[in-house]
């Protein structure tokens, strides 16, 4: 039972564009935003960083069918709704900082499946898991 997986990376923006583009054309997903006001994802344009320092480091990448599967939770005393990644079928996608000095670290990774409520492990989707 493997129940995560996950790899690290250096991406400068021009780098993250460019996986961007390669994955679209291996792979249809959406963007999703790590926090959303209402509760239902929030669907974002693209995986680069419009202002860096401004906007959230993480996203989800989903399959389009699975949007109505993501899962989110509220924010204890906040208006503010985040994906649970443990019970949807999400990669996350940690894009990495830059500045003129330096980049940190970006991260892809995914839960293979959960404990449910019995504490029984529950694989995720078979497709989900081909996909990711």
Not at 16 to 42: C, G, H, M, N, Y
Request: with cysteine.
């Amino acid at each position: 039972m493997n129940m995560s997986k996950q790899f690290s990376f250096y991406l400068t923006p021009n780098d993250t564009e460019s996986l961007e583009k390669t994955l679209r054309q291996k792979l249809d997903f959406l963007i999703l935003a790590d926090s959303s006001p209402r509760p239902v994802p929030l669907v974002l344009s693209r995986l680069k960083l419009e202002e860096m320092g401004k906007e959230d480091l993480t996203v989800y990448l989903i399959r389009p069918n699975d949007l109505n599967r993501i899962t989110l939770c509220q924010i204890e005393d906040s208006d503010e709704w985040v994906i649970d990644i443990d019970f949807s079928p999400t990669i996350e996608f940690d894009r990495c900082y830059t500045s003129k000095k330096s980049i940190s670290k970006g991260r892809m990774y995914y839960a293979t499946g959960y404990y449910n409520e019995n504490d029984v492990w529950v694989e995720k989707d078979k497709k989900f898991l081909t996909w990711a």
